[in-house]
């Protein structure tokens, strides 16, 4: 089985999630596109963060609508920082197949800053998104010789848009309609979430 795995804290999940997903299903001949709210980003400084409950029901009502995406909670069940060398690990072991970690452009620029990368690269390969302004060289130049034998590029159309801007949004009350879907958009209001 050929499996993407894409990984973020979904805080909320947004129009640039799904098309990346889709763009990776398509070009990546993927079967599945499991999505995996961390539970924290230890890259990230502490901050407020949206309690991981709410984050992987938003993420499970996007992906609920289409047949090939589905949600794991193996990083909100462990906690603490989530460290994907783990996820792959343990995702390989219990449903073993051909996987691939999809990640952005930026958070591949800071793969050597992760738990063992090299090792990440032995138990999947990367689909890194390719937007533009960036070019295939501009993107495939961020990693050494190693990584990027492991690289396979997804492109999609840029998505002129953040977590952060969404959250931004909400909270001035603003409509964030043409990014965010109408199922997560309602769980937003439901549970009064990003209002400042």
């Known amino acids: 089985m050929r499996i993407g795995v894409l990984g973020g804290s979904f805080d909320p999940p947004h129009l640039g999630h799904l098309k990346f997903a889709l763009s990776a299903l398509d070009q990546l001949d993927l079967e ?25 029901e938003m993420v499970s009502r996007l992906a609920a609508k289409f047949a090939a995406f589905s949600v794991s909670d193996i990083e909100v069940r462990r906690a603490g920082p989530s460290y994907t060398v783990e996820t792959m ?14 990640l952005g452009a930026d958070a591949a620029r800071r793969l050597p800053e992760w738990k063992q990368p090299e090792r990440l690269i032995r138990l999947c390969r990367l689909g890194v998104a390719l937007r533009p302004p960036l070019t295939e060289t ?17 492109k999609m159309e840029p998505v002129d848009i953040s977590s952060t ?3 931004d949004r909400i909270a001035r009350g603003t409509s964030v309609a043409p990014w965010v879907a109408p199922e997560v958009i309602d769980y937003i209001q439901q549970h009064k979430l990003y209002r400042s």
């Open 32 to 56: 599945e596109v499991m999505f995996v709210p961390n539970f924290r980003n230890p890259l990230k400084r502490k901050g407020s963060q949206t309690p991981a409950k709410h984050r992987l």
């Open 89 to 102: 690990t343990e995702l390989t072991l219990v449903r073993p197949g051909d996987y691939w970690f999809l």
């Open 138 to 154: 501009q993107v495939l130049a961020r990693f050494s010789a190693e990584f990027k034998a492991a690289v396979d590029l997804v």
């Open 165 to 167: 801007d969404i959250r």
